[in-house]
């Protein structure tokens, strides 16, 4: 097992997690490609369509994608902008509301089973872990010297930044 790279076993997490949000999110109509946008919006509504790729690091295509979909079924809604009339600030509707229990169901599901078998301190441990892994690999990615940097888009998550800050 020493010899699997990191890369494969994070790969081979993402395509399971993946399988099973598509497998759940497709009784409810809809997509893994969906499920994360809702999770964005269900904290963070008003937010742009390049905000929610930068979060989700997915390209703005396949966000345009997800956010059509999720608008034809009745479950955002896009308001222009009053201070900026060339960008548009997406809403969760009252149905898509209503939805979002179920998505947030479908969450805490998805991450029991991946952490299953794990103590509290071994799943905070692991989160916080896999927060730097992330980071590291982003900033890795995009470099400070590239014209498309940003900031990591979870550098402010309050529990793992309190947990790193602990350490």
Same mark, same amino acid.
């Given at each position: 097992?020493?010899?699997?790279?990191? %890369?494969?076993?994070? *790969?081979?997490?993402?395509?399971?997690?993946? &399988?099973?949000?598509?497998?759940?999110?497709?009784?409810?109509?809809?997509?893994?490609?969906?499920?994360?946008?809702?999770?964005?919006? *269900?904290? /963070?509504?008003?937010?742009?369509? /390049?905000?929610?790729?930068?979060?989700?690091?997915?390209?703005? %295509?396949?966000?345009?994608?997800? &956010?059509?979909?999720?608008? /034809?079924?009745?479950?955002?809604?896009?308001?222009? /902008?009053?201070?900026?009339?060339?960008?548009?600030?997406?809403?969760?509707?009252?149905?898509?509301?209503? !939805?979002?229990?179920? &998505? !947030?169901?479908?969450?805490?599901?998805?991450?029991?089973?991946?952490?299953?078998?794990?103590?509290?301190?071994?799943?905070?441990?692991?989160?916080?872990?896999?927060?730097?892994?992330?980071?590291? *690999?982003?900033?890795?990615?995009? %470099?400070?010297?590239?014209?498309?940097?940003?900031?990591?888009?979870?550098? *402010?998550?309050?529990? &793992?930044?309190?947990? !790193?800050?602990?350490?």
């Amino acid at each position: 097992m020493d010899n699997i790279p990191i %890369g494969a076993l994070i *790969s081979m997490t993402y395509r399971s997690n993946f &399988v099973m949000v598509n497998t759940k999110m497709k009784e409810l109509g809809l997509s893994a490609g969906q499920f994360f946008v809702l999770m964005v919006l *269900s904290h /963070d509504q008003g937010i742009t369509q /390049d905000t929610l790729a930068w979060r989700l690091l997915i390209d703005k %295509g396949s966000i345009a994608r997800a &956010v059509k979909i999720l608008e /034809d079924k009745g479950f955002i809604r896009r308001i222009t /902008d009053e201070s900026n009339r060339r960008a548009v600030l997406i809403y969760l509707t009252e149905t898509g509301e209503q !939805l979002i229990p179920e &998505v !947030l169901k479908i969450d805490q599901e998805l991450e029991e089973t991946t952490l299953s078998g794990l103590t509290e301190e071994e799943r905070t441990h692991a989160k916080v872990l896999l927060h730097k892994m992330a980071q590291n *690999s982003y900033e890795a990615a995009y %470099g400070k010297n590239d014209k498309k940097w940003k900031e990591f888009p979870l550098k *402010s998550c309050n529990m &793992v930044q309190i947990q !790193l800050e602990k350490d």
